[in-house]
């Protein structure tokens, strides 16, 4: 059974860019979360969507969005990069909303230059 | 407000010499409480799920258990290859995971 893939696994961008991020989940899981991880923070929760509505949402300003579709994958968007935005930002799925383990994918490395 | 904190924040034991890991939470209404492992550059892979004080569970040489305010992960006899950082995570009312910031294992031969 495949696991939870995120693309693209590297990326580096310039400041006031943009970047998005994809998600594909675990086959028959709905419901996609997205944290971001720094050394100094830990994992901080992004959002929540389940099916293609955002169910939690974490203290991120509006830069960061996401959505979902129909086939529950996955995007997150992040504009006007900061260099505060470097991190690895990781997907995780899960059967349904609010209940549940969540498992991870490997996650994509962001640099902000 | 709900949180996690996990100690130590980083442990050095010698191979075979037994431990545990420690995780104090305070949360909204606890809809269970999850351990995960991480490697270096690679995501938190899911080791457990507790749900009530008094649960325990057990994987190869983990167990972990839960009380009202903590839990712990203990491991037996630990081999060079458990080595990674294990995540603490609580789950509220709402349904969002609140993580630890995790306490990072070396284990020498």
């Avoid at chain 1, 400041?15 to 028959?28: D, N």
């Avoid at chain 1, 959002?47 to 996401?66: A, H, M, V």
């Avoid at chain 1, 990069?81 to 470097?86: H, Q, Y």
Wanted: hydrophobic letters at 30%; aromatic letters at 10%.
């Amino acid at each position: 059974k495949a696991g939870v893939t995120q693309t693209p696994r590297y990326l580096i961008k310039t400041r006031g860019q943009q970047v998005t991020l994809s998600c594909s989940p675990i086959s028959g899981h709905r419901s996609v979360s997205w944290y971001q991880q720094t050394p100094g923070q830990g994992l901080q929760f992004l959002f929540e969507y389940f099916s293609e509505t955002q169910r939690n949402k974490g203290n991120f300003p509006g830069r960061f969005s996401g959505r979902q579709f129909s086939n529950s994958r996955s995007e997150m968007n992040v504009s006007t990069l900061e260099l505060g935005d470097s991190a690895l930002y990781l997907c995780a799925s899960r059967r349904e909303a609010n209940t549940g383990e969540l498992f991870f994918g490997e996650g994509s490395r962001l640099t902000v230059l | 407000e709900d949180q996690v904190t996990q100690s130590p924040e980083a442990l050095r034991l010698q191979e075979g010499e037994s431990s545990s890991l420690n995780c104090s939470y305070t949360v909204s209404g606890l809809r269970g409480l999850f351990w995960y492992r991480q490697d270096p550059g690679k995501g938190p892979e899911f080791l457990f799920t507790l749900y009530s004080a008094g649960e325990e569970k057990e994987k190869e040489r983990l167990k972990a258990t839960l009380t009202k305010k903590e839990s712990f992960l203990h491991i037996t006899a630990p081999k060079p290859e458990d080595s990674a950082t294990y995540l603490c995570a609580v789950q509220n009312q709402g349904g969002k995971l609140i993580f630890g910031q995790g306490t990072e294992l070396s284990v020498k031969p």
